[in-house]
């Protein structure tokens, strides 16, 4: 008798061949059978009609501190994710001295928009090194598997010191030694690989780059070259976009070199909309000579939420608005609706000299509303706020004011930064296809005041594989290949990622007509009463972790059956 049998779903197995009927069994937390009809077992769970695949395998996330207080390590979870990596970025906790904890807190909370306070009182430090930190980790409780990278910012300002922190400092042939070292044990210990920050985008709570962001080719290679010594583990590298054409010679070089993957953030911006080709000429370079070089690719843009309780929105630099900074968030709505007020606000005129900073708030042109009842992520050009402002004949601000106002001032507004030069997705289309590219930046657990991408696994589905307007869909079956498989062989986990017999019971059970993603929403549920921007599923049956349902119909079951993911060489 098996342990559990899920009787008659359509199975989509992760390899990318065409879905078929039959039966699954499940025995000691590991896939005993696929396809035929299953013999009896302890429970039986109908599938008719249900679409059953691998659970996701989310590799970029940022739970690196909320692992340590939530086994769920929602929103991702919600969302049919199985498996997550951390450490993305060059940021996280370890490893660390102990009078650097807080400085590690402002790092991530500054880069990642994760609130400080919720880092504070949720993080119970236990580690220093890196393997003292996968130990503690190992020891959670846990709803979902979860693995790491080895992060450049701990790990620089670990070897180097308060010397590791200044951008402009030069690791010395020692300070490279020892943060190989460091790496080294990390590796040995089940880490997953290693990631860096070369963004100027990314900055502490201090203001300062992310330590590593300047690092020069020895300190890179010196590092990297641990990964081909130890035979296994990821480079990810969080880049500044247009500086990619040059970063790429030397993460081929490095990749060629170690054999190990390289991976970076392949993303189209609108300095220069058409740079993305010419990474694919690179890409399409390092594959046919063997080189394992990635772009890791969103399957949505990379945008931000703007409301006012969101961390910012057209009006963040209004006096009206500033004024009522210590005032709690509904009264500083309910005074914005005064009718005075709201006239004073909309009268002010706020020249934004930062170039950045005026780019993200007076983009009139790519800033759309999040309709509550069906997210749109592919608006078109006449939707945004500033062609509809021009067709009615006010201002944009006025429009985004109401448009933020509206649901009892809970309103939204979307701003695709990355990946929407076009007006659609076409790039994304062929990105989606291309052989080197693989999904990722989803960013669960980060941005959280701005952000909430960590619904990009049932977005995929959803938006590529059924509802898209705008454009050719996908195959359904490559989509769930690209989310299980795929990004598991990446990072070695080749344990999971398909229905097979042999490996790991992880699993989604979809109805997949009625699958859908809500409306993003904020609470404040972090510690602390910390807020971040959620978004919900629906259409999952069932979310199964080594064969136990962590999730049946939206409700957590309370099974805790994940498990800390060490990597090994191949």
């Known amino acids: ?136 980790l190992g020891r959670k409780p846990l709803a979902v598997d979860v693995g790491t990278q080895v992060p450049h910012g ?34 040995r210990a089940g880490a997953l690989g290693f990631s860096t920050s070369r963004t100027l985008i990314h900055r502490g709570a201090d203001g300062k780059l992310v330590p590593g962001t300047f690092a020069n080719r020895d300190e890179l290679f010196g590092i990297g070259r641990v990964l081909g010594e130890e035979g296994h583990g990821v480079f990810q590298m969080t880049s500044n976009h247009i500086d990619m054409p040059a970063e790429t010679e030397w993460m081929m070089a490095l990749a060629r070199e170690t054999q190990r993957p390289v991976l970076f953030n392949l993303q189209q911006i609108d300095q220069a909309p058409d740079l993305w080709k010419s990474l694919v000429a690179r890409l399409d370079e390092a594959r046919a000579q063997g080189v394992p070089l990635i772009g890791s690719i969103p399957g949505r843009p990379a945008g931000v939420l703007y409301g006012w309780r969101a961390s910012s929105h057209p009006f963040h630099f209004h006096a009206t608005w500033r004024e009522t900074a210590q005032l709690p968030i509904e009264q500083r709505i309910a005074r914005l609706r005064d009718p005075q007020v709201k006239a004073r606000l909309l009268a002010e005129h706020v020249p934004i000299a930062d170039e950045r900073a005026a780019f993200m708030l007076r983009s009139f042109n790519k800033m759309y509303r999040v309709d509550a009842a069906a997210p749109n992520y592919e608006p078109a050009p006449h939707e945004s706020a500033a062609a509809m402002a021009a067709a009615r004949g006010v201002s944009p601000f006025e429009l985004v004011y109401e448009w933020m106002m509206a649901d009892a001032g809970e309103g939204l507004v979307y701003f695709p930064i990355f ?100 409306a993003p929403y904020m609470a404040y549920d972090l510690p602390a009463g910390g807020k971040r921007l959620l978004q919900k599923a629906r259409g999952y049956i069932a979310t199964l972790v080594a064969g136990q349902p962590i999730y049946e119909h939206g409700e957590p079951t309370g099974a805790l059956p994940g498990a800390l993911v060490r990597g090994r060489a191949a």
């Open 419 to 518: 990946n929407y030069s076009y007006h659609d997705f076409s790039h994304l289309h062929r990105l989606l296809q291309h052989p080197s590219t693989m999904i990722s930046l989803g960013d669960g657990g980060a941005h959280v005041g701005y952000i909430t991408d960590a619904g990009l696994p049932t977005f995929m589905l959803t938006h590529w594989t059924r509802d898209r307007s705008r454009g050719p869909t996908l195959p359904l079956e490559d989509i769930v290949r690209r989310q299980t498989s795929h990004t598991a062989s990446v990072y070695g986990l080749h344990d999971r990622g398909l229905l097979k017999p042999g490996l790991k019971a992880d699993l989604n059970l979809i109805d997949y007509a009625h699958l859908s993603c809500d």
């Open 154 to 187: 701990a790990l620089r300002v670990y070897a180097m010191g308060e010397r590791g922190v200044d951008e402009h400092s030069v690791a010395t042939p020692e300070d490279i030694a020892a943060m190989a070292a460091e790496l080294r044990s990390g590796l």
């Open 1 to 136: 008798m098996h342990d559990l049998v899920i009787r008659g779903g359509s199975i989509v197995d992760g390899s990318g061949a065409p879905r078929f009927s039959g039966d699954i069994a499940i025995d000691g937390g590991r896939i005993t059978q696929v396809g035929g009809t299953a013999g009896t077992a302890q429970r039986v769970i109908d599938a008719s009609g249900a679409l059953v695949t691998p659970g996701w395998v989310d590799v970029h996330t940022h739970y690196d501190g909320q692992v340590t207080w939530d086994p769920y390590i929602t929103p991702s979870s919600w969302h049919g994710v199985t498996t997550a990596v951390m450490g993305n970025c060059g940021v996280g906790f370890a490893p660390v001295k102990p009078d650097r904890h807080d400085w590690l807190i402002g790092l991530m909370e500054g880069v990642e928009d994760i609130p400080g306070s919720a880092l504070s009182e949720g993080i119970h430090w236990e580690w220093e090194t890196f393997a003292q930190y996968l130990d503690a």
